[in-house]
């Protein structure tokens, strides 16, 4: 029996987030943001209602010992560079899957986010430079370049209700460029009293990991073994351990699940459903893990806890800081806070938006933003929110005044960065629906997933052939998520501007009567009744025994002898073999698997998510037929 959890959510058991990582991603960072500012709260209001207990609680030390040898470091400096290095194996990971999978596939829309991450970064620091330079606070300048993930795309949930994804993807393509170079500044500036042995067993403890990425070995505590060499060797050396978690991340790659291995996956768990002994357990465990790729995985185990705890555990431990009326007075003019505060509200908004308009301009459009102009700016806006990672500088490059500081700047920054994004979509709401949807859209081609076009002469196709939105469904008759997909459908199809196309995809694997039905239904097509079976057989999936299939025809006043000698000879078994060829070549493994105007619609297909999924496709081709 399917789980019941399972079939609420909408979403394939075998598949669950895995299918689709980006969006899963977005949807933590945005959740989580609520707890990191309750964070950042708390921290404020511990600092300064009780100012000793908390740098005294953050300051206690925390060691272990081993025969002669003691480690150890403070409470804050575990978070800092121990727990923080979960996240930035987060962030690597999530960089590395949009270069296997997402928008980064297509190596030449890497330009823009690289230029709009170096230059996003390069503006607030000369901002920051403009006000410190000669002083000995110019070395904080790494605080004022680096935009907060988590905190960014959650108050842009909260500022730009309705904003379609593809905005918060293209924002996201520019934070992981901008996260990936604020590593490397804190590795090559704010890294002291380098140690070049540990150093150098880092990097050989590094290099076996890639080796054994390279060799495809699948064996967990290997990989945990190396890492916390790595981490311990950096510690030690004098340059800062975070930068480990990345550098592991980005060797982990992404990749869909494949149908032969989920089939094999299936297959490993019937030998163990017939003989459930404790080797085939582990066999079926092996095989399941497998199939789903390491960066995957381990965005599933760790993503969740860096965004709910060890982010916002990071706020806690180093947003306080103690205000009083003197204090606020000398931070509104102190250099410190003028260049953070100005850095991030004015120079990333401005160098984000120039930098894109002028490649775009330069390149003919080739370079271009993926997005609209008013989905630029507020993406400009948005970025100067920057928390986490400048914390962390902050942390290194300053103390005493300066940090409180710094701190203050970064708070404030946060507050103007989120009331002017809120102004500017706000502005883009007082447009008109044509205007809207190109200020936030824009004109460029998206990438298309669906590798065969649809074709109406081959592909069984509902609703007008001029419809601007055409939604590509691979089902199975027996699969029951496909049967929960049905009625949503069904539902669509009142829109006359919607077109519907059904592929098969038999998982004969799991569903032994799938394939067979797929066939009745052609032969019910070679009599013009492919729709009537396809509504029959979706509407009685646990009655697909052959005499089941043979009443459906019946039903349906078709010529029973013709469908069952066509069944028997097997002679839509090559049409139906097409559609799987097609699925496998579009990535799809599993069902239901929807295309919208040819791009894979990932998370749950209930009919508010996929009707909105499809007002944007409509815009999109709109803005092309206007522009085309």
């Known amino acids: 029996m399917a789980d019941f959890p399972a079939l609420l959510s909408g979403r394939t058991n075998w598949r669950r987030e895995f299918a689709a990582p980006m969006r899963s991603f977005l949807r933590t ?9 309750a964070a950042i709260v708390l921290a404020l209001l511990w600092a300064n209602l009780a100012p000793g207990s908390y740098d005294g609680f953050w300051a206690t030390d925390l060691s272990f010992e081993l025969g002669q040898h003691a480690f150890g470091l403070d409470l804050r400096e575990w978070i800092n560079s121990g727990l923080m290095t979960l996240f930035f194996l987060v962030v690597g990971l999530e960089a590395r ?9 297509d190596r030449s829309r890497f330009v823009l986010p690289v230029l709009a991450g170096i230059s996003g ?38 500022v730009g209700r309705g904003v379609p994804d593809r905005v918060r993807v293209f924002l996201l393509t520019v934070f992981v460029v901008d996260d990936l170079l604020a590593l490397v500044v804190i590795a090559v ?22 080796v054994l990425a390279l060799l ?12 916390v060499i790595t981490w311990a060797a950096l510690l030690t050396s004098g340059v800062d351990p975070v930068v480990a978690g990345l550098a592991i991340g980005l060797t982990a790659p992404a990749y869909s699940p494949g149908r032969e291995e989920l089939e094999q996956a299936s297959g490993l768990f019937r030998v163990f459903r017939e003989q459930p002994t404790p080797e085939l357990a582990r066999s079926a465990t092996v095989g399941l893990t497998a199939a789903i790729s390491p960066n995957e995985r381990l965005q599933f185990l760790y993503h969740p806890w860096t965004s709910y705890l060890i982010v916002p555990l990071f706020g806690l431990a180093n947003a306080g ?11 509104i003019t102190s250099p410190v806070t003028l260049g953070i505060l100005l850095g991030y509200v004015i120079g990333k908004p401005v160098a984000v938006t120039m930098v894109s308009w002028l490649l775009d301009r330069f390149s003919g459009g080739r370079y271009g933003p993926q997005v609209g102009w008013a989905a630029v700016v ?13 914390l962390l500088i902050a942390t290194i490059a300053f103390d005493g005044p300066e940090l409180a500081e710094a701190k203050v700047g970064l708070l404030a920054a946060v507050v103007v960065s989120a009331a002017v994004t809120w102004l500017v979509f706000r502005a883009v709401k007082l447009l008109s629906p044509a205007k809207k949807a190109l200020a936030l859209l824009g004109r460029a081609e998206e990438l298309v997933d669906l590798v065969d076009p649809v074709d109406p002469e081959l592909d069984h196709v509902r609703g007008p052939e001029t419809a601007s939105v055409t939604l590509v469904e691979y089902g199975d008759f027996e699969c029951p998520y496909c049967g929960i997909a049905e009625p949503v459908v069904r539902d669509l199809l009142h829109d006359d501007d919607l077109r519907y196309v059904w592929r098969h995809l038999p998982l004969s694997d799991v569903h032994p009567r799938a394939q067979i039905a797929a066939e009745v239904a052609e032969a019910a097509h070679e009599q013009g009744a492919f729709w009537e079976m396809h509504d029959l057989l979706l509407s009685n999936q646990e009655n697909l025994q052959p005499k089941d299939l043979m009443s459906y025809a019946e039903q349906l006043g078709l010529d029973n002898q013709r469908i069952h000698d066509e069944v028997k000879r097997h002679v839509a078994a090559a049409r139906v073999a097409r ?10 493994s599993g069902t239901p698997t929807f295309f919208i105007n040819g791009q894979r619609h990932y998370g749950a297909y209930d009919v508010e998510t996929l009707k909105a999924a499809i007002k944007v496709a409509r815009a999109r081709a709109r803005i092309n037929q206007r522009t085309g």
């Open 216 to 227: 495809h070995v699948r064996k967990p505590w290997v990989y945990v073994v190396l890492g």
């Open 378 to 390: 507020g993406s400009g806006t948005i970025a100067g929110i920057g928390f986490t990672v400048s």
């Open 121 to 158: 970064m390069a503006a607030p620091v000369l901002i920051y430079l403009a006000f410190n330079l000669g002083k000995d606070t110019a070395h904080g300048w790494g605080v004022a370049m680096s935009t907060d993930t988590a905190l960014a795309l959650g108050l842009l949930a909260l």
């Open 97 to 105: 899957r949009e270069f296997d999978l997402g928008d980064l596939r």
């Open 189 to 210: 500036v704010y890294s002291e009293n380098i140690d070049l042995m540990p150093l150098l067993i880092a990097i050989i403890a590094f290099a076996v990991v890639l």
């Open 321 to 331: 800081v103690t205000i009083d009326a003197d204090f606020l007075g000398r931070a």
């Open 29 to 37: 960072e945005a959740g989580s943001s609520g707890v990191l500012a």
């Open 579 to 588: 559609d799987v060829e097609s699925a496998d070549l579009s990535g799809v």
